[in-house]
DNA sequence: CCATCGGATGTTTACGTAAACATAACAGCA
DNA sequence: TGCTGTTATGTTTACGTAAACATCCGATGG
């Protein structure tokens, strides 16, 4: 872990703390060592290189190298072998410097301990090579604001084009201080349409889908298993339920919260078995639900006979859960791909173009719900 | 942590407090968008508009920037005024190509779609975050040699230091071309430590320590349920377990396989609930325990008292499962440390340094195992 | 009192690429 | 034949940073 400590080279940041002397920057005694260039070993070659082996000038290698027209075929072809033969590869922080641009893009994302961060960032991986660019991943440990601050500032230097943010801008709020200034930024799961562009599914209607299921299987009314408070998707769905519910005309229990672990659900799933009225619980996650299920089957409540369950996410084990979970499907690999979109849309614009884009969800019925125990009508 | 530390030193950190506003940024209108350029709309200010504004050399600018002594604090103070004035953020591409490193790390990963993968790259971020590294993400679509190797050549222009391979390695071999010659690769998942460095979980130890459990509550033999063929981690888990019930003298019975899925654990498990003999299983990883325990609930035949199930990896779910289920825990949080530790030690001392590091599993004891149906002895 | 030293700062140069601006060769055409 | 327009290629320059080298200055000491 230390070992950090122990290499001044590594970032000679430190010296702030103090016109005092630290550094020296010391780690740089063995200046060799530092530049993997022209070392020991051989360096990769530069366009220079190819060029002398191929008796042209740099930057007819340049032309080749980039493809434009206007190269004698011949010319182009000794080139290549050139190329070929020392083993070329252009140099990227040479071109991102010339050409300002680095063909990357940052994410931003509070740990990938959530299916829906995950899958939204294998998304986001893809479509980003697809169109020609990687992306490097800025974990945040802790969801600090100290420690957001500290990701944007590493950010700051880091050599992106622009920037997603997988998380509850709120944080962001106080930490998004100076981004440079021609950096884009794009965010998921937020309700700041109005600052920033916004990527995010259907939190409400999904909600909403769920509740309207459950009163259609004859419900009274449903339960509600929601996400922590600090979180936005959280909220909004806690907040998509009540308004289901109370548009037709049932009373909404109390909220109980997890912190989207199975292990929270469980807990409060625990809590839930003893409420005799209970006979409808919507999860605001399916890890959650997964927790409740095993919760509700130790205390002997059938599910669906008893008490139906409803998820959120649709992540791949909801099918193999005991009984098949019925959640809401969320289209993470759309959600990525329209961030990517809209990133770079925003970068060769330039244009600001805030606003809120929303990928629906989808019910996947199965088998955790059901008709409440009296029968049909519930007995309203 | 520490990291509070270091930021200052860069840069003035804290600067934005009053140029903050998130900002539309937008105000480069005109096409000198691309160059990022002082166009008409504001750049990044260079070393050199900091020079000129505090009335000292870029050079000075450049000592101030990284810390280096030796500099008037007076003189000091109002680089950093002026700095912060502009908003100066040091340019990595530049400070690459000066440099000839970028501080970034690359990972190439087949797909997020695993847990173990995501943990070790959730790891590896943080590691290398720690390290003042970057990580760039490689997604590989599709596990064809011809995707491998697009990965592989992507990277080779991309901005990066050293390489890490979340992967079978086999793959790779075809594919590694030409990788930069001083790029440092490091894999995980593989038995070819003879020809890079590997860091990986002992497979074998895991495997072995599961059917020891099993036959230790009394089980005859025990089963197993084993990843898809192309994995060296299933092949090994496989080999281990075939080894493990030899030593013991006990009768392995046919393999079965999944494709690591929960789906495929649940059609293998139908399967396996028609086996009247079968009495123990070691599945291959949770997910495919979780389709075997839905599979044997299904069938009837109870878990642990007719079918004890032991997994592998320990998901943050596997507590939750029904019932919560005995398997071996996997610390991949370790793997990804030592991977970036194996990985910059590379790149730092040149050495080719093959080799495997072995990270040791744990047994995590749940409610999935129990004695066999007969009573201790299981009836030999 | 001058030679020397070392701290503080400035100047030059190179990193590898690619845009912008030359130049050269040659074909077409009046 | 001489002018013009292409096509193929070379030369210059700049991107932002930082190592290497150079300079300046006051202090120290013989």
Same mark, same amino acid.
């Given at each position: 872990?230390?070992?950090?400590g122990r290499t001044p080279a590594n970032?000679?940041?430190?010296?702030?703390?103090? *016109? %005092?002397?630290?550094?020296?920057? #010391? +780690?740089?005694?063995?200046? *060799? %060592?530092?530049?993997?260039?022209? #070392? +020991?070993?051989r360096a990769s070659a530069s366009m220079a290189d190819v060029?002398?082996?191929?008796?042209?000038?740099?930057?007819?290698?340049?032309?080749?190298?980039?493809?434009?027209?206007?190269?004698?075929?011949?010319t182009r072809r000794q080139v290549l072998a050139a190329m070929k033969e020392l083993g070329y590869r252009p140099n990227s922080a040479a071109r991102a410097l010339k050409r300002g641009e680095f063909r990357?893009?940052?994410?931003?994302?509070?740990s990938l301990s959530t299916t829906g961060n995950v899958r939204t960032l294998e998304a986001i991986a893809n479509s980003a090579a697809h169109e020609g660019y990687a992306v490097t991943l800025l974990p945040v440990a802790v969801p600090t604001q100290d420690e957001v601050r500290g990701a944007f500032s590493r950010l700051e230097e880091l050599a992106v084009d622009a920037v997603i943010v997988i998380m509850e801008v709120h944080l962001l709020d106080a930490a998004t201080v100076t981004l440079p200034p021609h950096?884009?930024?794009?965010?998921?799961?937020?309700?700041?349409?109005?600052r920033y562009t916004v990527v995010d599914t259907d939190q409400a209607g999904g909600s909403r889908a769920a509740v309207h299921h459950l009163l259609g299987l004859g419900h009274r009314t449903v339960w509600h298993l929601g996400g922590p408070e600090g979180s936005f998707a959280a909220q909004r769905r806690a907040h998509a339920w009540r308004a289901a519910l109370a548009e037709a005309g049932r009373l909404a229990p109390r909220l109980v919260r997890g912190d989207w672990s199975a292990e929270s659900g469980y807990r409060v799933g625990l809590e839930l078995a003893t409420e005799p009225d209970c006979t409808a619980v919507f999860a605001a996650n399916d890890q959650m639900a997964l927790g409740l299920l095993r919760a509700l089957h130790e205390r002997g409540r059938r599910v669906p006979e008893d008490v139906s369950v409803i998820g959120f996410d649709d992540i791949a084990e909801a099918s193999s859960f005991l009984p098949p979970l019925t959640t809401l499907h969320q289209d993470f690999a759309e959600v990525g791909r329209l961030c990517v979109e809209a990133v770079l849309r925003k970068m060769r614009q330039d244009g600001p173009e805030r606003g809120t884009t929303i990928v629906p969800t989808r019910l996947v019925v199965r088998a955790s719900t059901g008709p409440p125990p009296g029968g049909g009508g519930g007995g309203s």
């Open positions: 872990m230390d070992t950090s970032v000679p940041g430190p010296a702030a703390e103090a *016109a %005092a002397g630290p550094v020296d920057v #010391g +780690g740089n005694g063995p200046k *060799a %060592a530092r530049g993997r260039i022209r #070392g +020991g070993g060029a002398r082996l191929a008796g042209v000038s740099s930057q007819t290698v340049s032309r080749v190298s980039n493809g434009y027209a206007g190269v004698n075929e011949e990357t893009i940052g994410v931003i994302t509070f950096v884009q930024v794009v965010v998921v799961d937020s309700d700041a349409g109005d």
